[in-house]
């Protein structure tokens, strides 16, 4: 279903499913499997939250949370303390293009992850000397900084995509 972006003034209200996913109720229509994504510029972290859909289709843009009720707002900070969290890359251990993806194998401070790009240039974003956030295809981030001292495999497979 292609949704289009929502101009009106009708504040969603966000809901968690029995299984744990949020969804979002608006207008009359539930949007299952929704997500927030705080927008740019990330200076400015409370105001322009994106609501997507699970395909990555923005419903609504939210200028701040304040017109939500309650309850939304408190799953909506729930949802973006949980997408906030940015795990530091520690290790890359191989980074390989398969179809129209990219999928990064990497060892951070939170675990190991498997990251995946749709497209490769447009998720890595420098943020200042020597650091960079990579986003992945669902939106969450990881930081990668200071590769002069990660090993060998690092920093060869960074300079082949950077």
């Known amino acids: ?8 003034l009708t504040a969603p209200r966000l809901i968690r499913s029995a299984d744990g996913t949020l969804q979002a109720r608006m207008d009359g229509y539930l949007y ?9 510029p990330f200076s400015i ?3 322009f939250i994106s609501l997507r859909t699970a395909d990555n289709q923005e419903i609504l843009l939210l ?6 009720d309650d309850n939304s707002r408190q799953l909506a900070n729930e949802e973006l303390q949980r997408r ?10 191989s980074i390989f293009n398969q179809s129209s993806q990219w999928f990064w194998n990497v060892d951070t401070d939170c675990g190991p992850v498997v990251i995946i790009m749709d497209n490769l240039h447009e998720n890595i974003h420098p ?11 669902e939106g969450f981030r990881f930081e990668l900084s200071n590769v ?10 960074w300079q082949k995509v950077n």
């Open 63 to 68: 200028r701040d949370l304040i017109g939500l």
């Open 32 to 40: 299952e499997q929704v997500k927030l994504v705080r927008a740019f």
């Open 127 to 137: 943020i200042a000397d020597g650091r960079w956030i990579l986003t992945d295809a």
């Open 84 to 93: 906030h969290i940015i795990p530091q890359i520690m290790r890359i251990i």
């Open 45 to 47: 972290p409370d105001n």
């Open 148 to 157: 002069a001292a990660m090993d060998d495999t690092s920093r060869l497979l």
């Open 1 to 8: 279903m292609s949704h289009s972006v929502n101009m009106t």
